[in-house]
């Protein structure tokens, strides 16, 4: 547990010099007085020069706590979240860019008990070409995908799936997608998997608001420039121009 | 029991382009009306956080809350229908402005082909081009006739576009030019001439530059912020009934516009409505508003399912090919497509509109002979630029895995070094494709869901055939260094995510033995029922259908006024 924090902390603190660097946000442009600001907060930028009353400088971002899940669950999210994105050349991976705390969140959320969704009965079998028909809720799904996952890695390797080696990681999830992982409570392995696919991406590159894509560096992975309001000085150029990503929180003073 | 309210002159069911066309026309003639949208009102301040991915367009904010009501599917008759429990393959507004507030824009008129497929096809192809499963019959109004109404719906939206030669003929140009054009545009239109096409650029209700219409609504030009499709326009650029004709209504102080308020029942004695019964959808109460006219304008699903509900309109029956209601439903195919990616070439895709983009003609309607294929119709063939958002664009090489190291790499490698040629493809209606009363599944308020029974036909996978090999033509011509081409239509699947533009099920014609409605969108068994939206497509073009549909909701406009005073049957 202590070393997963410490590893954590130092990862914060490159993500912050790697973010710093890519997006060229170092001097006290109009950007750096919302929540990039409090996202800066431990560093002796500029900052918090504009902020009138004297709020506590913080060290750390709030939304960076849970919800919804136990630290285990969290942990072995972040895990498999990471062989789904994994960190590589091009930068962070899902543990660093906070999707785990995205999923956390989102879990915790509406969506999570399939608020929008017709969820009457009766349940029956689909064809294919029918869409999912199951009564199991996406938290409770995606935490008995969770449990399957320790199962299944201890049945295949004799060891939780935290504690794999990355090959063996990736090995698991691949039985999982394919679904030659047990049913989940009558529910195909694939369906988890799936799930946990899709919210892994929504973490790296949903809007920061959610609590993941921290620090936008998602976005800066891929050129994306977020949420800005106007591109017709860009759309008709045939060279490539790249922009620092903007997320929502810049609207925040429109 | 339901509250009885005081008598009204009209009563307007669903506040997007159809009740909004209607809903101004009359009041501005100084006719009182009352709008009932189940969803909430809107403006643009809804949307300052508008460009969020997430929330708009993945978790579907501007949608149909789907746990109140759905529709269920099964492909064809031997299957058990079941509900589409969450958001796939379409997706259906909700609020005031409905689909047009969430569309993208692109706004065409059908073909004069389109108006007379029928009469078309048999003198140039004989009676047997399509098997009799395929129910195609003309609209009972030519091209012609629907003209003047296309030009008022374009110049209320303010359209964009140029002329195109091979389409029918205009009236006027365009209120406002085109679009601007990009650089994969260019290299489609180069590509395109290179091979013989004549490419043009998408008609579009983004406003490519700032416009009043005659109305006096003033719009400011499309910023090309890439966020249209499933969301709303802050700047009101966009076309959307919530910025033109909606405020125009609400302006008369004719328009008595009651949101939260949920239509489940046209009262009605067969021949004549009396009025709708509605649901205040926050607090649960009935009530009941008798009306002199019903206009039904909800979208294609629900205009379908409030007629059957209601015991109005005889119901379609596929054993016989007898009655009307759920009759014709149709899609469109858009399978077609071939991917390009770049190895050194990087383009600003992160900009772009709903509708930014560019065509050809050559390939829609009858632009082309079919004696020597086994379908009739066609496609738009073309390229777009919306936006590549980065949760739906993960686009990588076939072969190439969905996750882990190598996606990621691959995706972030092509990221705006990709795009396809895409297709368009038109929807002919069949005999076993219909929409009935689903016998099992439920709403809210305890009504049956609509059940659809629809796939794709053998001639819309023919048409995907052929059209798949123009996209690669065009993809080779343009020069890709890969070039993934998708041949194959599959099955109709309602989680997939293919295109949103449903069509027909209330169909207007010349005979009330076949169609539901006359050419003023007035039902042939209830003459002061006026059924108004895509759900009067006997068929469905390749085109986006917003245009068509706007156009008709003004000539149902005209039509309402002129019942008001004479009464009766107008056709």
Redesign the interface.
Known sequence: MAEHENGKISQKGSTRRVFLKNSGLTVGGVVLGGALGSLLGGSSEPASHHAAPAAPALTVNPAEALMFFTPEQYQLTQAAAERIYPKDDNGPGAMELNAAIYIDHQLASPWGINSKEYMAGPFYKAEETQGSQIRILRKDLFLLGLKSLDAFSSKKFESNFIDLAPEDQDLVLTDFSEGKAPDISGVKSTLFFNLLRSMTIEGVYADPVYGGNKNMEGWAMRKFPGSRMTYTQEIQKEQFVKLDPQGLNSHMSH | MATKLPKVPVVVVGMGWAGGIVASELTKAGIQVVGLERGKDRNTSDY??G????RYQ???ELMQ???KE?IT???NEK??A?????Y?TFIVGDGVGGAGSHWNGQTYRFLPYDFEIKTLTDKKYGANKLKPEYTIQDWGMTYDEIEPYYDTFEKMAGISGETVELYGKRSNPYPTGPM????IMNMFEKATKNLGYTPYIIPSGNLSESYENPDGISRAAC?????CENFGCEYGAKADPAVTVIPVAKKTGNLELRTHSNVIEILNDGSKASGVIYVDTITGEEFEQPADVVVVASYVFNNARLLLNSGLGKPYNSADGTGVIGKNYCYQVSSASSMMFFEDK???L???AGALGIEIPEFVGDNFDHSEVNFIHGAGIRVT?Y??R??AN?VVPKGTP????EF??Q??KY??SFFPVKSQGASMPYRYNYLDLDP???DAYGKPLLRMTFDYTEQDRELVKYMSKVTHKIAEEIGADIIDTNEEQG?????KDTNTHNTGGVIMGADPETSALNSYLQMWDAENVFVVGASAFPHNSSFNPTGTLGALSYRAAEGIQKYIKEGGSLV
């Open positions: 300052a956080m460009h969020d991915e997430l993945h978790r579907e809350d789907l746990s759905t599917h099964r492909n299957m058990r079941l509900p589409m429990r969450d796939g601007l054009k990009t650089p910023q090309y912020c890439a966020y990087e383009f600003n992160y900009g772009g630029q936006g590549n980065p949760i993960n969905s996750w882990g190291a990621k790499d995706s972030i990221a705006n099992t599944y439920k099955d109709f699947n309602v989680n």
